[in-house]
């Protein structure tokens, strides 16, 4: 994170939920969520890709979801790191079922 700034996120690509704490340690958490189900005339969800980008470096530690009280499976895998230099890192979530996503970053 770059000192001074208390939440590095820089943009997002498209409407979403986010909310964002850098803790003591410098570790940040985010919590990430399209409410938007994405349903297809059929009324399936269809997975929609987030973009989130954040100032400076980061690594992805763990990464969470859950819609409503339930944990999501797979929710980990639903997330990556795009890419990542020393001036910006992309993140990218496949949002699906509205869920809530949590993530720690270093």
Same mark, same amino acid.
């Not at 000192?3 to 570790?27: F, H, N, Q, Y």
């Not at 938007?36 to 989130?52: C, F, K, S, W, Y």
């Not at 990542?84 to 993140?91: A, H, L, P, R, Y």
């Given at each position: +994170?770059?000192?001074? =700034? *208390?939440?590095? @996120? *820089?943009? &997002?690509?498209?409407?979403?939920?986010?909310?964002?704490?850098?803790?003591?340690?410098? =570790?940040?958490?985010?919590?990430?969520?399209?409410?938007? !189900?994405?349903?297809?005339?059929?009324?399936?969800?269809? /997975?929609?890709?987030?973009?989130? +980008?954040?100032?400076?470096?980061?690594?992805? #530690?763990?990464?969470?979801?859950? &819609?409503?009280?339930?944990?999501? /499976?797979?929710?980990?895998?639903? #997330?990556? &790191?795009? %890419?990542?230099? =020393?001036? =910006? *890192? @992309? @993140?990218? @979530?496949?949002?699906?079922?509205?869920?809530?996503?949590?993530? %720690? !970053?270093?």
């Amino acid at each position: +994170s770059v000192e001074g =700034e *208390t939440v590095p @996120i *820089t943009s &997002v690509d498209r409407p979403c939920l986010v909310m964002a704490e850098v803790k003591a340690d410098g =570790e940040l958490e985010l919590g990430v969520a399209d409410p938007d !189900l994405n349903l297809d005339e059929d009324g399936v969800n269809q /997975p929609q890709a987030l973009r989130v +980008s954040l100032r400076g470096a980061w690594d992805l #530690v763990e990464a969470k979801g859950s &819609v409503c009280a339930w944990g999501l /499976p797979g929710a980990g895998e639903d #997330v990556r &790191v795009v %890419s990542s230099g =020393e001036e =910006e *890192t @992309i @993140i990218e @979530i496949l949002c699906r079922h509205g869920a809530s996503y949590d993530l %720690s !970053l270093r």
